[in-house]
């Protein structure tokens, strides 16, 4: 229970901010990092599992158009399940959450592997979704409080990307579990979700000593036990790296009015009148790479199977280069982000991406590309369009106050993917029964929605590389909060 709630005088934001990287600071990525692994495994298994499904053998036998709706009922979950848990985790605290989302997945993508009708599946990946969902607004807003500022931007891109590991492991597995000479078609499809649960309860099992965010615990009426934990982490860090720290100056002391929750006025009211310029930067990052991302990995397979001629068998191994690519992205790009600075690289990244996308789509309508080379180019596009994308998650998780954070991802990343993530699968799903012109319309509307948020990133940027969360967005609970411009 809260302490009682009061006004206080704290440092604990300068004091995280300060900490050198040790590794301690390592447990926190694996044990809430790790989640995008899952994220990527989900979305790739279905993809490239695609074909099977629409095989009588499989005990499905989903049409083109069904396994287009089973992608957006996928989205619709992980929408839903964000704005829920989003909001229970801005109330209840971040740790909690973590936890009950990952179960959540866990019992969702089990009963998946126990599937035997179309309408049982759509209800469990609209679950699976959910947990998922619920993951990126605790997560996200965890890791940000936990994170030094210096380092945000960068551990930030490499977690999100970290979705790309999973994309990757997912299409080697599927491509073992296709094989028919050693599973039978009926069972293959089942065990990869099954092994995502396995993935998933090994990922609880490390999650269960990574801590409650400091910052939500001292505006909450828990300041001795944040005050604590805080101290725990010094000390371990100090252990850790064989130095002591600096003492935290008078200045850099915050006051907070303590409080129990944030309803879903205030949460409105902060995001459209307060903040109106960083409200549409939001939403026009998360709508451009929804779609894209969604439209073709939902359907990649699809794509290579039905208008390329590639085997089902196959076609899962197209995902691993270009999972490959995603991956490389943020790792070789995140440190820019802290250094060049977020808006020069959030901008360059996605327009840069739909200028390759639209010369993609010239030469794959053009019947230039083949299998191959389609892949090579989606490697090169998802490259860059890789790094904007894991931007778009750091972007809404530092740029609004702490007490709306997750509401705040969950919102943009349910608005965004809702608009985006729900519309493109289903799209791309009937375009492919229109051939490989039909199909080009499409990746010219992914290349155009990139292209334009990378403008409106260009002139609604913040600069928020290495400065405090409570900089860049002063807590609604501050006394005397400052409003900014934008």
């Not at 180019?377 to 809404?396: E, M, Q």
């Not at 709306?404 to 993530?421: C, E, K, N």
Request: charged residues 15%; glycine residues 12%.
């Amino acid at each position: 229970m809260a302490e009682g709630l009061r006004t206080i005088a704290t440092r604990i934001p300068a004091r995280m901010d300060r900490l050198p990287w040790a590794r301690w600071h390592w447990l926190v990525v694996v044990g809430l990092g790790t989640v995008w692994i899952l994220d990527g495994l989900e979305v790739t298994i279905v993809g490239a599992i695609a074909g099977r499904l629409t095989e009588d053998s499989s005990g499905l036998g989903l049409t083109t158009g069904e396994i287009g709706l089973a992608a957006g009922i996928y989205v619709a979950g992980a929408c839903s399940g964000a704005l829920v848990f989003g909001y229970l985790t801005d109330r209840f605290g971040r740790k909690k959450l973590f936890i009950i989302t990952l179960g959540l997945y866990l019992l969702a993508t089990v009963a998946t592997a126990f599937s035997f009708t179309p309408l049982f599946f759509f209800i469990c990946r609209f679950f699976t979704g959910a947990g998922i969902g619920g993951e990126y607004a605790a997560i996200n807003s965890a890791i940000d409080e936990l994170i030094p500022a210096r380092r945000r931007g960068v551990v930030d891109l490499a977690i999100n990307g970290s979705y790309w590991l999973g994309t990757a492991f997912g299409s080697m597995l599927t491509v073992v579990l296709l094989n028919t000479d050693i599973f039978a078609a009926g069972l293959g499809w089942r065990l990869a979700f099954g092994l995502g649960a396995v993935l998933g309860l090994v990922i609880l099992l490390v999650r269960r000593n990574v801590p409650e965010s400091p910052r939500w615990l001292f505006i909450h009426g828990h300041d001795t036990q944040a005050e604590e934990l805080v101290g725990s982490i010094e000390e371990t860090i100090e252990r850790e790296t064989g130095t002591t720290l600096e003492t935290v100056p008078d200045d850099k002391e915050i006051r907070i009015r303590q409080r129990r929750s944030t309803g879903f006025g205030e949460i409105a009211r902060t995001a459209v009148t307060r903040f109106p310029r960083r409200f549409v930067l939001g939403l026009s990052l998360f709508i451009g790479q929804a779609f894209l991302y969604n439209a073709v990995f939902f359907t990649y397979a699809l794509v290579l199977t039905e208008l390329l001629g590639v085997p089902d068998d196959i076609a899962p191994w197209s995902l691993v280069p270009i999972a490959i690519g995603n991956f490389l992205g943020p790792i070789l790009l995140g440190h820019f982000f802290d250094s060049v600075g977020r808006k020069p690289m959030i901008a360059s990244s996605y327009i840069g991406s739909g200028i390759l996308l639209v010369v993609t789509a010239l030469m794959f309508g053009g019947g230039i590309l083949d299998a191959t080379w389609l892949t090579v180019c989606w490697c090169v596009v998802f490259f860059f369009a890789s790094a904007g994308a894991s931007s778009a998650y750091l972007t809404v998780s530092e740029i609004f106050p702490m007490e709306t954070r997750a509401m705040s991802i969950a919102f943009f990343y349910a608005v965004g993917t809702g608009l985006g993530g729900i519309i493109g699968p289903i799209l791309f799903g009937q375009l492919i029964g229109g051939g490989i012109q039909s199909v080009t319309y499409g990746y010219y509307l992914g290349a155009g929605l990139m292209i334009a948020a990378g403008l409106v990133e260009l002139f609604l940027g913040i600069n928020a590389e290495r400065r405090s969360l409570e900089d860049i967005a002063t807590p609604l609970s501050a006394e005397n909060p400052t409003v900014p411009s934008s």
